[in-house]
């Protein structure tokens, strides 16, 4: 198989900076005229996301404070993928009951996409939790403050449309489950 004439080569690459959730990587690449220069971007494990309906069609939404925006934030719950984690599934059970306290009678893949590939290695996995009812206490992480909410999903789909809600993963699981489902 031929590479694609649009493909950089990887010369070399390195961690630059490592933290808790992601590191930064360094490469020194060539691009396809032969130019060498260096690329950075970020690098981090699978995450999923959870769009949790309860049996009336309520969406559980998670209100939690953002640092990097300056203020609290309606989303999904959502995460990232631990080594014990067997499966996406479980990873995505996993995160609906540490951040809201409850649990899905079923689960079902929606979309995977890589939110932002010109900069990070990222890969999202969103998934559609059915039959969501409260059935233990969060189990937060030590870094995490979050206030649960059930809401209709006309008002939450209002919420998007309004400007309100800005998070990249609530908006794209909102936008493609409606898209699906019409």
């Given at each position: 198989?031929?590479?694609?004439?649009?493909?950089?080569?990887?010369?070399?690459?390195?961690?630059?900076?490592?933290?808790?959730?992601?590191?930064?990587?360094?490469?020194?690449?060539?691009?396809?005229?032969?130019?060498?220069?260096?690329?950075?971007?970020?690098?981090?494990?699978?995450?999923?996301?959870?769009?949790?309906?309860?049996?009336?069609?309520?969406?559980?939404?998670?209100?939690?404070?953002?640092?990097?925006?300056?203020?609290?934030?309606?989303?999904?719950?959502?995460?990232?993928?631990e080594p014990g984690d067997d499966d996406l599934?479980?990873?995505?059970?996993?995160?609906?009951?540490?951040?809201?306290?409850?649990?899905?009678?079923?689960?079902?893949?929606?979309?995977?996409?890589?939110?932002?590939?010109?900069?990070?290695?990222?890969?999202?996995?969103?998934?559609?939790?059915?039959?969501?009812?409260?059935?233990?206490?969060?189990?937060?992480?030590?870094?995490?403050?979050i206030r649960v909410t059930a809401i209709p999903?006309?008002?939450?789909?209002?919420?998007?449309?309004?400007?309100?809600?800005?998070?990249?993963?609530?908006?794209?699981?909102?936008?493609?489950?409606?898209?699906?489902?019409?």
């Amino acid at each position: 198989m031929t590479a694609d004439p649009l493909a950089w080569e990887t010369l070399e690459s390195r961690v630059a900076y490592s933290c808790p959730g992601f590191d930064i990587v360094n490469e020194s690449v060539q691009l396809p005229d032969g130019t060498e220069t260096e690329f950075d971007y970020l690098s981090e494990p699978p995450s999923v996301c959870v769009l949790p309906l309860t049996p009336d069609g309520d969406v559980v939404c998670i209100e939690e404070w953002r640092q990097a925006v300056d203020r609290v934030n309606r989303g999904l719950p959502a995460g990232g993928t631990e080594p014990g984690d067997d499966d996406l599934e479980a990873a995505a059970r996993r995160e609906l009951a540490e951040e809201t306290g409850y649990e899905a009678d079923r689960l079902e893949s929606l979309v995977t996409v890589e939110p932002a590939n010109g900069i990070a290695d990222a890969v999202l996995h969103v998934f559609v939790a059915h039959g969501c009812r409260p059935t233990a206490e969060q189990q937060l992480d030590d870094d995490e403050s979050i206030r649960v909410t059930a809401i209709p999903f006309d008002e939450l789909l209002g919420s998007l449309l309004e400007g309100d809600i800005r998070d990249g993963r609530t908006v794209l699981a909102l936008s493609y489950y409606r898209l699906s489902t019409e």
